[in-house]
């Protein structure tokens, strides 16, 4: 059996690394907010499209006052996805409501998009005890099962073979759906992805593997973490569609992620989808980019807000308006302040919460484990403030 | 009632859970068509279709992410690792995804459904890395379950009972005894528990434990020794996490003596925590140290194999010791 | 002498082991011009050279698989996994390739230049994937060194020494002591012994074991012990694997008592080892059980981390329970 | 920082999966022995064109004999490479001669090509005291020290990123060699294969990746391995330089070679070979392909024999007769009998090698874990007839 298809044959020896195939970017809107000559009138209507751009003024403001909670010594740790919600919204909002997304962390857009509440995030990030995660996990890790969003992983690329398998038990379920996998141009080094697409193109699933090239892993520039032009030739090499979007253009992704979405389900075809994008902020609370790049870098990014360039585009529609804009500003920030407000007081998962879960039943050995800690914090009530009243009483 | 060797004891397993369930899939490298290496899914893709059985691509981290994915999802998947020593790749996914999976998510989502299987262990001139017995690397894993049949009888039973079992749960045969091994094999579907040990003979003066193919050698060991007319208690741990922590302490507060036996190397294999263990809940009842019969702290050799391995004789010598100590 | 933060001293040794050979090699994720993301590697790069340190891609397997290559070659990698929680996508170089190089060649080609740091350990509010100690999982493995420094001036004499040695080390530091732990570091270079422990102090009562921040936890309850008049013996076993298993077996010898505590989970941590073999060499001289006062056997939690963690009141209440046995 | 080099831009959606960029195949030789047209003299002169020619008999007759010992029970296991000769040694042939060989376990002719001389071959298989892997791993884990060889690892892929390191060892060093990394392309499913070559093309190492793409892994066909056109279009990934060629043909597989070791080792770029060859025999002794591919597919195959097209070749320039054919079958097939008769009668490595190398030095331990098993072995004589006569007499 030959293993390629029939191949032009040559007689004289030929080097390539493919540097003449170019991947063009696909663009719809300018920063000004109009379309791109050529463009095609997004398949956006009104309503989808003031729930996008809530959504991404929604995160805009969490991430700004969380990020000021983190500095008040409020919360551990957060990280921000400012630049990119065009990228994460756009796409998420290019699905079904019942499509899985398994995300990296960056993309709580997906998540409010979707109609996680702001208790619901505050609850997560303040680990409490209505926290669906129960507290075990840092904060951003979020889940809902009821909104089809698996609950964040730390170790990167694990989920983007996950998103491989999940997608082809949807396809033997024949129930129309498909996965979104999202990640970084840095996750996309590790060997899992390798594994991901090239089983995805070799099983014919129904998965949309978005990358958000945002220029850095944490530190490392991209041109650190790869020497091809971005992310997107690597379909070439599992023979799956590609296409590469302006990441800040929430039209262009849009629309890229609605066909995508397309040859996913009708024809299990997988696609790989390249936002090119910025993270505008630090990679998280512990970092500090003045470390590693220059804040005129940045400011070259500022100037292509995605945020805007829909703000622009929604206004130019007069689909929006600046007293509108003031309004959900203020609302926004009264809201997620009021709702952190009352998350942070919030007790405690109760102390079963950390043998639970980890069988769906708790073993005798584990029991045996939590018995002996409540006997202790007995002993010593002072060294446990968060726990010492449950333990309260029986021994 | 039916003879089977343990492959077809496993293949027969596995045709029962498809036939039952059309959630369930096999799949990994040279499962499909093939059967794979050691044909233990012999006819499972001619029976079910090449969507429940296939091959997959040459990728232990993408057989076991995309596994993971798969059972999220709800689907029960059935992964081979052609040999556990090929299991490291999936180090990650197993440990720090599959095990964390329920706990991290406070339940919201499990890969309750997977069940990976991997042939383990020497003595087939496989060396290095044909030969592992990986146990303890996953035994310090919360999260997981770990299983090791040592018979026919036992691999159906206990890898239906994995595949039902709601946690993601590790199934290591012996392939040394795939063919060696034949016995009666009751023809209809059922589950032997996990979490259990079995007492497979009662003795009052020394306990011997072990799991899978050690579980021949320790018979043979304890030939002779009850021919020298020492009483011997013998258990099969069967799951080794977690472990059947109240059969083993009832034993030896019994007979006061204990030899464990693996065939991984001695230091930090799964023993030592057995060991450590039953001298917490025994120690006043122990009548001598708890003694460990295990491969060396080497890679696993060819030439020198016989050698290497915790045979009858060893293991014979250590309940000699344990009993004259 | 200079005071130093545990980092400091690190980046001390990396410092002075580029200095004095150019075939020293430090790199991983962010460890270029960022020099870390705990700054370990701090201008090292401005100091060597984009060649001698620089950024990886974001691929374990590769930073270890490279390392491994650069090793085999003749030079003097020194990688860094950014956290422990991260280094099982490497497992199977680490274990299958890294500890059998050079036995499975015959002592052809090693990779004995190689050292692979990585911060471990909890109490940073980390969570599951960002306070793992994960030496028992790798202390499973002939032909691996694993190094865990309890302050700055043995990280600084640990390291050099691991970079020294002609096996593959693992050096695991403990990051809640990267700033938290300050002392005297001697300015020149001087490299401490791996596998001996040290005994940090002498007692009679009972023997306290550990490594890393443990030590400090240990301390803290051995503190509170004296005060009750049990005297201690604390020792700090710094080299997991090939542990100093003489060092300990004298002091239990003597006191007769033991309690090993480290953070990773109970059932298949390094304590069940120390726990199997000391039991085994100091059978007839034990007065109590030997105790592990380890983490829980679960994932690691985030918001009862306290709870979850054996800090020093556990540690006392185990000196206790074993005292009063 | 814009992640990608200024890319074009469009502004309608379109999708590629790089179908349309197809790697042509070079060839120089037909199969009757004659260059195809257009096709350059090849830069081989006599000598090392019967050294190479020479080796390519040697494995072939080493493999026959071989297989027939398994088979009688003398050897284990063995691993042939019948069909893929040219593919293996005309690429060693193109390297210096301490150029380090990175091997999977099919390259036999790379290490005959430097000079392993039968016995050494033969002690390897034997595991026997003469061995220099001291009898621990399964036949035909060669490795050579003094022919810049590493010793075979059973675990796939594990080599390639270990090859990008070695070079980029050689690279410091400056001493203008480079490393060959040889795989398959079922080995190139594994993460490894992704993170080597990555980390090649950032680094820019001299490495030269050569992929047999023998149209098997066991019994997965290439097409259930991948659904691309092979592994080369995989290099656009990492924007690596990649030929295809002819595996089976001699002339093409030594001039890509040569010219990618000129760019490996001058220019520091790293490059892709992928050798297009078919795996004619099973997959090892433990194998039967009957169960998985059809002996009609063997039969084309076997038409494409690269031993018999480079005979012709050599015949052609009359730099080979019949009767040297038959001089040197005849002579092989003796010195592998007699050779192969000596080392299978020679001892097994010492009881010590059980521990030694485990470590530098013997570790305490481990000289207990020996002294154990000496008085053990002591006890049972007659248990262990391979080594009870080492530790006879002393306790
Ligand atoms: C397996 C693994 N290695 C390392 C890390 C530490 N880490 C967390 S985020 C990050 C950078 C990720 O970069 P990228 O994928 O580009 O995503 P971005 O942060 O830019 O959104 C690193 C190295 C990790 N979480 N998991
Ligand atoms: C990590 C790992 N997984 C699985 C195996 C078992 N195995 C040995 S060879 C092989 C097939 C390799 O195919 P390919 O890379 O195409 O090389 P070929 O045999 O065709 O030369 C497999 C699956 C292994 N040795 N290592
Ligand atoms: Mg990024
Ligand atoms: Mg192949």
Redesign the interface.
């Known amino acids: 059996?030959?293993?390629?298809?029939k191949?032009?044959?040559?007689?004289?020896?030929?080097?390539?690394?493919?540097?003449e195939?170019?991947?063009?970017?696909?663009?719809?809107l300018k920063q000004d907010g109009t379309l791109?000559?050529?463009?095609?009138a997004p398949a956006l209507d009104k309503d989808q499209a003031l729930r996008i751009y809530r959504t991404m003024i929604f995160t805009r403001v969490l991430d700004e006052r969380m990020l000021a909670a983190q500095r008040q010594g409020r919360l551990?740790?957060y990280m921000q996805c400012i630049g990119e919600e065009a990228a994460i919204i756009g796409s998420a909002a290019a699905l079904d409501e019942d499509d899985?997304i398994?995300a990296q962390y960056r993309e709580q857009g997906a998540l409010a998009y979707r109609g996680f509440t702001t208790d619901e995030f505050m609850n997560q990030l303040f680990?409490?005890e209505m926290?669906?995660?129960?507290?075990?996990?840092?904060p951003v890790?979020y889940?809902?099962?009821k909104l089809h969003y698996?609950?964040i992983?730390?170790?990167?690329a694990?989920q983007?073979?996950?998103?491989?398998?999940?997608?082809?038990?949807?396809k033997?379920?024949g129930d129309g759906k498909c996965?979104i996998v999202y990640f970084g141009?840095?996750?996309a080094?590790?060997?899992?992805?390798?594994?991901?697409l090239?089983?995805a193109?070799?099983?014919?699933v129904p998965v949309i593997f978005l990358c958000r090239?945002?220029?850095y892993?944490?530190?490392?520039?991209?041109?650190?973490?790869?020497?091809?032009?971005?992310?997107a030739?690597?379909?070439?090499?599992?023979?799956?569609?590609?296409?590469?979007?302006?990441g800040n253009d929430v039209l262009?992704v849009h629309?890229?992620t609605r066909?995508?979405r397309r040859?996913a389900v009708e024809e299990n075809r997988p696609?790989l989808i390249e936002a090119?994008t910025y993270r505008l902020a630090a990679h998280s609370s512990?970092?500090d980019p003045s470390?590693?790049?220059s804040k005129d870098?940045e400011a070259v990014w500022r100037e292509k807000d995605p945020i805007l360039r829909m703000r622009h585009w929604l206004q130019g529609r007069e689909w929006w308006s600046d007293d509108e804009e003031k309004e959900i500003q203020e609302r926004l920030r009264r809201e997620v302040l009021e709702t952190m407000k009352k998350a942070e007081k919030r007790p405690?998962?109760p102390?079963e919460?950390?043998?639970?879960?980890?069988?769906?039943q708790v073993?005798?050995?584990?029991s045996r484990?939590l018995d002996n800690?409540k006997s202790?914090?007995r002993?010593?009530p002072d060294?446990?403030p968060?726990?010492a009243g449950q333990v309260r009483g029986g021994e | 009632m039916a003879k089977m060797n343990m492959l077809q004891a496993i293949n027969n397993a596995l045709d029962m859970a498809m036939a039952a369930n059309d959630?369930v899939?096999c799949f990994g490298e040279d499962v499909g068509v093939f059967g794979g290496v050691f044909r233990a899914t012999s006819n499972l893709q001619q029976k079910y279709g090449k969507?429940?059985c296939?091959n997959?691509?040459l990728?232990e981290?993408?057989i076991?992410?995309?596994?993971?994915?798969?059972?999220?999802?709800?689907?029960v998947?059935v992964a081979e690792i052609q040999f556990a020593d090929y299991i490291f790749?999936a180090f990650?996914?197993i440990v720090?995804?599959s095990a964390?999976f329920?706990?991290?998510?406070?339940?919201?989502?499990?890969v309750?459904g997977l069940t990976i299987r991997a042939p383990y262990g020497g003595g087939i001139a496989g060396g290095l890395y044909h030969s592992q017995s990986p146990e303890a690397y996953f035994a310090h894993t919360?999260?997981l379950?770990i299983v090791v049949p040592r018979n026919p009888h036992q691999a159906k039973g206990l890898l239906l009972g994995a595949i039902h079992d709601?946690?993601p749960t590790l199934f290591f045969e012996p392939k040394r005894l795939y063919r060696a091994s034949v016995g009666e094999v009751p023809e209809e579907d059922y589950r032997l528990p996990l979490?259990e040990a079995e007492v497979l003979k009662e003795g009052t003066d020394i306990t011997l434990l072990g799991w899978g193919a050690q579980m021949e050698v320790i018979g043979q060991a304890v030939d002779l020794a009850e021919k020298e007319g020492i009483s011997c208690e013998v258990i099969d741990l069967r799951t080794i996490l977690?472990w059947d922590?109240?059969t083993v302490v009832e034993s030896v507060l019994k007979t006061g003596r204990l030899v464990v036996s693996h065939e991984a190397p001695l230091t930090g294999g799964f023993a030592s925590e057995i060991s450590a263990t039953i001298q917490e809940r025994c120690f006043l009842y122990l009548e001598s140290p708890i003694a460990r019969v295990t491969g060396m702290d080497t890679p696993f050799p060819l030439a020198l194999e016989k050698e290497y391995l915790p045979n009858h004789l060893k293991v014979f010598d250590a309940i000699r010791a344990s009993v004259e100590f």
Do not use: C, W
């Open positions: 059996m030959s293993t390629t298809t191949a032009e044959v040559v007689h004289t020896p030929t080097f390539t690394d493919g540097a195939f170019r991947i063009p970017t696909f663009q719809v791109h000559e050529g463009a095609q551990s740790f899985m398994m680990g409490n926290d669906y995660g129960k507290g075990r996990q840092m890790h889940g809902s099962a698996m609950t992983s730390s170790p990167l694990t983007i073979p996950q998103a491989t398998g999940y997608a082809y038990g949807q033997l379920a996965t141009e840095g996750a080094s590790e060997g899992d992805f390798h594994a991901a090239n089983m193109a070799v099983h014919r090239n945002n220029g892993a944490i530190s490392t520039p991209s041109v650190e973490q790869f020497a091809a032009d971005g992310v030739p690597r379909a070439f090499g599992y023979k799956m569609d590609v296409i590469r979007v302006d262009a629309e890229a066909l995508a040859m696609v090119m512990s970092d470390g590693y790049r870098e405690p998962p102390l919460s950390l043998v639970t879960d980890v069988y769906d073993t005798p050995e584990l484990q800690l202790h914090i002993r010593y060294a446990y968060k726990t | 959630r899939l969507d429940r296939f997959t691509p990728v981290q993408g076991i992410g995309f596994a993971n994915g798969l059972a999220a999802q709800g689907s998947p790749p990650d996914q720090n995804e964390k329920r706990y991290r998510s406070g339940n919201l989502f499990d309750g919360p999260g379950k709601p946690n979490g977690p922590v109240n």
